[in-house]
């Protein structure tokens, strides 16, 4: 399948500090990226869903100018956490799209701690 | 009604055996139900995935059984290996692929050799 490549896979941050993220389509170009977030032994939450050029849909209850997410070309999306706490300390997920509308490929995840 | 249930929360098996895990849905408009697997640190991968035009669907040891009057779904893991240990998450979405997945929980299962 289509390779979504996740960077970095862990950090640590100090709390105040923002942390990004970077989410690629290596083998495909992917008009739209979701983000997800993951607590341990928990399901997948979208977080927000963003179109290659278009500002980011973000789902109920997640704060955009706290994650803000960038999708500036079709191999690459950011998300940001601003000024981080330990309470944002999770799994944090992008998936990738292709053009045609086929399978969504995940990312293999980024542990964020902060500290 | 955007809610996916799954259970059992946790399921141990013995090698060789047959795991089952089992979905439910509410939203009639969902037509596309994917089964994922995610090894610990590690992102979901598309395990497979089956649109209600069909009952049933088999690629390798794993099958979908889906069953559109009851809103419910299973993955069926045949020979249950040690490798197949991981947690495996039902989803559903509306349209085209990969848009709005709605996940359920997940199940733990591990396979004892």
């Known amino acids: 399948g289509a390779v979504v490549s996740q960077h970095p896979s862990r950090v640590i941050c100090k709390s105040g500090t923002s942390v990004k993220i970077e989410c690629r389509s290596l083998?495909?170009?992917?008009?739209?990226m979701f983000w997800y977030r993951q607590f341990p032994k928990q399901s997948l939450m979208l977080m927000a869903t963003?179109?290659?050029?278009?500002?980011?849909?973000?789902e109920q209850g997640v704060e955009k100018d706290k994650f803000l997410i960038n999708h500036a070309s079709l191999t690459l999306s950011t998300l940001t956490v601003t000024s981080a706490h330990p309470e944002d300390s999770s799994f944090y997920i992008c998936?990738?799209?292709?053009?045609?509308?086929?399978?969504?490929?995940f990312g293999q995840g980024t542990r964020l701690t902060v500290v | 009604q955007q809610q996916v249930k799954q259970s059992p929360q946790s399921l141990i098996v013995q090698k060789g055996g047959i795991s089952i895990i089992n979905c439910a849905y509410e939203?009639?408009?969902?037509?596309?139900f994917p089964w994922y697997q995610q090894f610990p640190g590690k992102g979901p991968a598309l395990l497979i995935a089956?649109?209600?035009?069909?009952s049933e669907k088999k690629e390798g040891r794993f099958t979908i059984s889906f069953n559109k009057s009851a809103k419910q779904f299973s993955l069926h893991i045949m020979d249950s290996q040690p490798g197949d240990s991981a947690t495996y998450f039902c989803?559903?979405?509306?349209?085209?692929?990969?848009?709005?997945?709605?996940f359920g929980p997940g199940t733990r299962l591990s396979v004892l050799p």
């Open positions: 998936s990738a799209r292709a053009m045609r509308g086929t399978e969504a490929f």
């Open positions: 083998d495909f170009q992917a008009t739209t």
């Open positions: 963003s179109n290659e050029g278009s500002k980011a849909t973000y």
């Open positions: 939203n009639t408009a969902f037509d596309y």
């Open positions: 089956i649109r209600p035009d069909v």
């Open positions: 989803a559903a979405s509306i349209g085209n692929y990969g848009q709005n997945f709605v």
